[in-house]
T-cell receptor, first 110, second 115 residues
Framework: KNEVEQSPQNLTAQEGEFITINCSYS?????LHWLQQHPGGGIVSLFM?????KKHGRLIATINIQEKHSSLHITASHPRDSAVYIC????????????WGAGTKLIIKP | NAGVTQTPKFQVLKTGQSMTLQCAQD?????MSWYRQDPGMGLRLIHY???????DQGEVPNGYNVSRSTTEDFPLRLLSAAPSQTSVYFC??????????????FGDGTRLSIL
C-alpha cells in the first residue's frame, strides 16, 4: 500500500462547481504539501500545511493530523484550474525526502 | 528571475547512448534533487544533494550519476540509456534549513524518450 494515497485519480466537473481532492497518508509527518502541475508540465507549490487550514484565493487546504488526512478545495472552479494536483508529505524526522502521491487529474469543462 | 532552469526540454536517444540533463538554479539553494515522473505514479527521487560536493542516492538511482561541483549546478547523467528510462525528468531545489517544511522550486522538466 502506498504511504500517500490521493483520491479521486481523475475528476471532471463543470465550471463553477466546488471541487474537493483528498490525500491520506500513513506515516508521521512534519508537513504536507499541495502542488499543481499544468498541462505542459511545470510544477508549482500551492500550500505547505502542518496543521489547520490555509486559503489562497479560491483554493483552500485543510489537514487533520489525527486522521492523517488532507483536502484541497477549489471554490467556483474555472477551466484554468484544470491541472494535476499533487500531495506530498515530509516524513517526521527526515530532513530530505518527500513522499509523493500519484496526483489527481482535474478537468473543468466550460 | 530564472529560478530553476532545465535543459533540454525534449530529447530522443537510442538505447546505449549517454547524455547529461542540465539543471541550474540561481536562488542559492543548498538542496537540489532529480525526480522522474511516470504515468500513474508519484514523483520518484533519483538522486539528491545537500550542498556542493555532497550527493546521495534516492529511491531509483540505478543507471544515473550526479555531481555537484557548485551550488548552482546539478547535472544528471544517463550512463547507457535504456527504454525503461523513458520518462519526464524534473530538477528541484529548496533551502536546506527547514527541511521538508520548505516548498520546492521545480524546473519545467525534460521529456526523454529512449528508442
Amino acid at each position: 500500500k502506498n504511504e500517500v494515497e490521493q483520491s479521486p485519480q481523475n475528476l471532471t466537473a463543470q465550471e463553477g462547481e466546488f471541487i474537493t481532492i483528498n490525500c491520506s497518508y500513513s506515516v508521521g509527518i512534519s508537513a504536507l504539501h499541495w502542488l499543481q502541475q499544468h498541462p505542459g508540465g511545470g510544477i508549482v507549490s500551492l500550500f505547505m500545511l502542518s496543521s489547520g487550514k490555509k486559503k489562497h484565493g479560491r483554493l483552500i487546504a485543510t489537514i487533520n493530523i489525527q486522521e492523517k488526512h488532507s483536502s484541497l478545495h477549489i471554490t467556483a472552479s474555472h477551466p484554468r484550474d484544470s491541472a494535476v494536483y499533487i500531495c506530498a508529505v515530509a516524513r517526521r524526522g527526515s530532513n530530505y525526502q518527500l513522499i509523493w502521491g500519484a496526483g489527481t487529474k482535474l478537468i473543468i469543462k466550460p | 528571475n530564472a529560478g530553476v532552469t532545465q535543459t533540454p526540454k525534449f530529447q530522443v536517444l537510442k538505447t546505449g547512448q549517454s547524455m547529461t540533463l542540465q539543471c541550474a538554479q540561481d536562488m542559492n539553494h543548498e538542496y537540489m534533487s532529480w525526480y522522474r515522473q511516470d504515468p500513474g505514479m508519484g514523483l520518484r527521487l533519483i538522486h539528491y544533494s545537500v550542498g556542493a560536493g555532497i550527493t546521495d542516492q534516492g529511491e531509483v538511482p540505478n543507471g544515473y550519476n550526479v555531481s555537484r561541483s557548485t551550488t548552482e549546478d546539478f547535472p544528471l547523467r544517463l550512463l547507457s540509456a535504456a527504454p525503461s528510462q523513458t520518462s519526464v525528468y524534473f530538477c528541484a531545489s529548496r533551502p536546506f534549513t527547514g527541511g521538508g517544511q520548505r516548498p520546492q522550486h521545480f524546473g519545467d522538466g525534460t521529456r526523454l524518450s529512449i528508442l
